[in-house]
């Protein structure tokens, strides 16, 4: 049950959400007004593509929730911070994940994609922590 539970919540971050790759940023993220998409899939992936400040809100019913903040852009990466809110998983309720991926436009199967590919390597955090603690492999 709890590895069927911890796939559920990997997939809910795959399938919604996505990091790229990780480099050093040489400029300040750039400022602008935050706005909060709710739950409108497409309201974020309209902001994500110019790496514009959100706030979406992302899960697998009411028992796995993220929420999902656009940071901001850094040079040609888009900075990207997941809280988990709501986790059957007691490893993972409250836990953090900073990524960066690529400033470009994503379809979600795109980003879904990209994140399966790279999250190891352009997302860190406890959300990371916990899955490498279960001992979870991508």
């Known amino acids: 049950m709890k590895k069927i539970l911890f796939i559920l919540s990997a997939?809910?971050?795959v399938v919604l959400m996505g990091c790229g790759a990780q480099e050093k940023a040489t400029s300040p993220?750039?400022?602008?007004e935050m706005v909060d998409c709710g739950v409108k899939t497409d309201c974020f992936f309209a902001r994500l593509e110019?790496?514009?400040?959100?706030?979406?809100?992302?899960?697998?019913?009411?028992k796995i929730q993220f929420v999902i903040t656009i940071e901001g852009a850094e040079d040609n990466t888009c900075l990207i911070h997941?809280?988990?809110?709501?986790?059957?998983?007691?490893?993972?309720k409250d836990t953090v994940m900073d990524c960066?991926?690529?400033?470009?436009?994503y379809t979600g199967e795109e980003y879904e994609q990209y994140?399966?590919?790279?999250?190891?390597?352009?997302?860190?955090?406890?959300?990371?922590d916990a899955m490498k603690s279960l001992g979870t492999v991508f």
């Open 100 to 105: 960066r991926i690529p400033k470009r436009a």
């Open 50 to 62: 110019k790496c514009e400040p959100t706030r979406f809100t992302s899960g697998l019913g009411p």
């Open 115 to 128: 994140f399966q590919e790279n999250i190891l390597d352009i997302c860190q955090g406890t959300y990371i």
């Open 11 to 13: 997939f809910c971050l």
């Open 82 to 92: 997941y809280l988990a809110t709501e986790n059957p998983m007691p490893i993972f």
């Open 29 to 32: 993220i750039e400022t602008k």
